[in-house]
């Protein structure tokens, strides 16, 4: 693999749809992902050149993972390439919850190889502490990374999520609106993603705003995925 600053990044996925904005300046940083903004931001003083960032779908881990590759200059790689990492490069992997045993291999290989200087961002939804490995060793190693968790969203957290989703898809909210959703849907982020997504759709083939109205057909329509507070 060739230098970062003359390869730029390979950007494998997002958790945003459709063109979002990743940039520093988008990204809301709340008491539910502060810690893990704050070890992430802290580069290159980490305690350790590993760091695995911990979050739910939806909860900014890839926005985060841009964040920290631009100030690092570090590349997107997939588990499939973790061969191509030299020491002193830096990188991130996305998705690394499901690894097969040669992936596993080959990064306990890698992890060997950034001991001599680089850096690495490992995400994934759980801590791979708990990762299921296929040697002791790599077992230990995965132990020792310190971890960066996004915790649940609370309501600032999730006020600031709908509004970066809708102005990812140019829909015009009323803060009424956002009230409404904060205090009625599922404090999660798929529940999140979907209510947006049904709420663009909606309001796209019938041509007219989302208001309070069009969200209490929406929650309604999709209560089997949605806790109502009532």
Do not use: C
Request: aromatic content about 6%.
């Amino acid at each position: 693999m060739s230098d970062a600053g003359s390869h730029g990044q390979a950007v494998l996925g997002f958790d945003l749809d459709p063109a979002p904005a990743f940039s520093r300046e988008a990204f809301h940083v709340s008491s539910a992902n502060r810690r893990a903004f704050t070890l992430l931001d802290a580069w290159p003083e980490w305690p350790a050149p590993f760091l695995n960032l911990v979050g739910p779908d939806g909860a900014g881990k890839s926005h985060l993972a841009r964040i920290w590759a631009e100030k690092a200059s570090a590349y997107f790689v997939d588990l499939s390439s973790l061969e191509g990492i030299g020491p002193g490069q830096r990188a991130v992997i996305d998705d690394v919850d499901a690894p097969t045993a040669a992936q596993q291999n080959a990064l306990f290989h890698l992890y060997n190889r950034l001991m001599a200087g680089g850096g690495l961002l490992l995400v994934s939804r759980r801590p791979l502490s708990r990762l299921a490995t296929t040697t002791a060793d790599l077992a230990s190693r995965l132990r020792a990374v310190p971890v960066a968790e996004i915790a649940p969203p609370d309501d600032a957290l999730l006020e600031a999520v709908l509004r970066k989703r809708f102005d990812d898809r140019q829909l015009a909210v009323e803060q009424s609106v956002i009230d409404y959703l904060v205090s009625r849907m599922d404090r999660s982020f798929t529940a999140l993603e979907a209510i947006v997504r049904r709420l663009d759709e909606l309001a796209l083939s019938r041509k007219r705003a989302v208001t309070v109205p069009l969200v209490r057909e929406v929650l309604a329509r999709t209560s089997s995925q949605i806790s109502l507070k009532f």
